[in-house]
């Protein structure tokens, strides 16, 4: 089993361009997420999904949306993108009715100049 | 939404010392602890997760301990060694039912030093 896989492991975006962050799970999980992780300030939840077919807001969703293509992928998409986008971006998945351990892809490193 | 704080920011050991990092949460009716650890440009991994039915919890070197009175949860490294130098995060749900869904504390940074 390959757990959470992402693409792309680094990018970089001028302000402005849009791109899409891919991340699938082979583990048939129903909840996925899409954290972003900045010095100091932990990871912090931007979109979830807690099962195929909804999508739902975390603590910072301003400036991404996301879509639950099927079960197995969850993308996250960046329309204009800014500087203060510029950060580590984790894909993760979990059962909804547990256990509840999230399993984390490798991550995408996305610098905006 | 829950509020997890986790202290310290950063803590440096000796190898073979103990290692204590606690955070506090807000919502009393969370029920599911968990603490990840993530090693330097590695992705986070569980390490231990407690549910609120007990108050303690041991997996070999490290531990985590409970106080639903105090919302407060801390976990133990004893014995620590090097390769347990990494950043760990505590987390909770926002709200029973929602176990799935986890905020995290901002991370603490644990040197062991040989």
């Known amino acids: 089993n390959a757990g959470v896989t992402q693409t792309p492991k680094f990018q970089v975006l001028k302000t402005g361009q849009s791109m899409t962050l891919q991340c699938a799970q082979d583990m048939n999980h129903n909840s996925m997420y899409w954290y972003r992780q900045d010095p100091g300030m932990g990871l912090r939840l931007i979109y979830y999904?807690?099962?195929?077919?909804?999508?739902d807001k975390g603590e910072v969703p301003n400036g991404y949306n996301v879509s639950r293509l099927n079960k197995r992928e969850f993308s996250l998409r960046l329309e204009s993108a800014a500087p203060s986008q510029t950060s580590v971006y984790f894909c993760?998945?979990?059962?909804?009715?547990?256990?509840?351990?999230?399993?984390f892809g490798p991550g995408t490193r996305l610098t905006v100049t | 939404g829950e509020n997890v704080e986790q202290h310290p920011s950063t803590l440096s050991v000796q190898e073979g010392d103990s290692a204590v990092i606690k955070c506090t949460y807000s919502d009393s009716a969370s029920n599911y602890f968990p603490w990840y650890k993530q090693e330097l440009g590695k992705r986070p991994q569980l390490i231990i997760d407690?549910?609120?039915?007990?108050g303690e919890k041991k997996d070999q070197r490290i531990a985590v301990t409970l106080n639903k009175t105090a919302k407060h949860f801390s976990l133990h490294i004893t014995e620590t060694q090097p390769e347990d130098s990494a950043v760990y995060f505590c987390a909770a749900p926002p709200r029973r039912g929602s176990n799935y869904k986890l905020t995290f504390g901002k991370g603490t940074l644990l040197t062991v030093n040989p």
């Open positions: 999904s807690a099962s195929e077919g909804t999508t």
């Open positions: 993760a998945s979990s059962d909804t009715g547990g256990p509840y351990e999230q399993y």
């Open positions: 407690i549910r609120s039915n007990v």
